[in-house]
């Protein structure tokens, strides 16, 4: 039990395209989900916390309307890239949290976007 | 805010022997929750073992063992018996209460020699 699903996990754009990535939890409700972006050989670094129904919470230093979050249902989050930049290539992995549970998340496999 | 470090960038071990990776944390929270993960070359984020602070017992899980003093705020990783498939990349994480991020140390690379 409590997989998450992330999709696409590869993807390669062009510059000024937008990029949405999916972050499905497949057999249990998501109250909230993180999104976190790592660069090549460092740590996660989380973007975003979205609460199902509600406006995403940023970062500081994450562009909101650049990095647009929804997450509509308590099984899906989707982050949107938008007018991609090749700065914006990196990793991008979304994690979910279960209503009832032992305080551990559960993380999708992650999407490699690469912007040209 | 709570910040996770973890002083060795690289370490070593060879295969069958033992090896343990620090962490530390900052917090003022006394209820809290700390976790390994690996991520191997895949980008996978497994979990390894968690803690719940509240809990005195070090954690353990087959081959992996924590010890954990909260007085302190250290929580370290032992591997036993160490296995060319532990070779990856482990972030020791803390996350205060349900519903907020985990919050990742920068990370040890684990090699393993045969």
């Known amino acids: 039990g409590a997989v998450v699903s992330q999709h696409p996990s590869w993807v390669i754009c062009k510059s000024g395209t937008s990029v949405k990535i999916e972050c499905r939890s497949l057999?249990?409700?998501?109250?909230?989900m993180f999104w976190y972006r790592q660069f090549p050989k460092q740590s996660l670094m989380l973007m975003a916390t979205?609460?199902?129904?509600?406006?995403?919470?940023?970062e500081q230093g994450v562009e909101k309307d650049k990095f647009l979050i929804n997450h509509a249902s308590l099984t899906l989050s989707t982050l949107t890239v938008t007018s991609a930049h090749p700065e914006d290539s990196s990793f991008y992995i979304c994690?979910?949290?279960?209503?009832?549970?032992?305080?551990?998340?559960?993380f999708g496999e992650g999407s490699r976007l690469t912007v040209l | 805010a709570q910040t996770v470090t973890q002083s060795q960038p690289e370490m070593s071990v060879q295969e069958a022997e033992t090896v343990t990776l620090s962490c530390t944390y900052d917090t003022s929270e006394s209820d809290y929750y700390l976790f390994w993960y690996k991520q191997p070359p895949s980008r996978q984020m497994i979990l390894v073992i968690r803690q719940e602070a509240y809990k005195q017992q070090n954690a353990t899980e087959n081959r992996f063992s924590v010890n954990f003093q909260k007085a302190a705020k250290s929580f370290s990783l032992k591997i036993s018996d160490s296995q060319l498939g532990d070779a990856a990349m482990y972030f020791c994480?803390?996350?205060?209460?349900?519903?907020?991020?985990?919050?990742f140390g920068k990370g040890t690379r684990l090699s393993v020699i045969a």
């Open positions: 057999d249990f409700q998501a109250t909230t």
């Open positions: 979205s609460n199902e129904g509600s406006k995403a919470t940023y």
């Open positions: 994480a803390y996350r205060s209460a349900r519903n907020t991020p985990l919050v």
């Open positions: 994690s979910a949290d279960q209503r009832v549970g032992s305080g551990e998340l559960f």
